[in-house]
C-alpha cells in the first residue's frame, strides 16, 4: 500500500466468504458520488482530500449503512465489508451489506 502524499485514503476490501453475492459487485459511494465499484476477495485504495467523508455500498436497492470518517492528510483508513444477514429489500436493507472499520 502506497501513501498518499497530498491527501489521505480509503483502502476497501471485501471477504471471500458466504455465496450470497458471490458474482456481483457492490457500488462504493463517497460523499454521495459513485467512485468505484468491489467485487469479492478484492481490495481498493481510493484517494481522498483529508477531512470529513461519508462512506456506503450498494448493490441494487439494498445497501450498507452509512459509515462517518474523519481523514487526516497522509493517513490510510482501512474499512471492509461483507454480504450482511439482513434481507434486500424492506426493513433492514440499510444493512444488506456489512461496512466496517477494519480491525487492527
Known sequence: MSAVPAGGAITLSRTVSGWRDRLRRYQVIIDGER???IKRGECLNLPVTPGR???HLQI???R???LGLDVSP???VALECAPGHAPPF???AENYIELRRAAG
Request: aromatic share 6%.
Open 60 to 62: 441494487s436497492w439494498a
Open 35 to 37: 467512485v468505484a465499484t
Open 53 to 55: 467523508h461519508t462512506v
Open 64 to 66: 450498507s449503512r452509512q
Open 90 to 92: 424492506g426493513p433492514g
Open 74 to 76: 497522509g493517513e490510510v
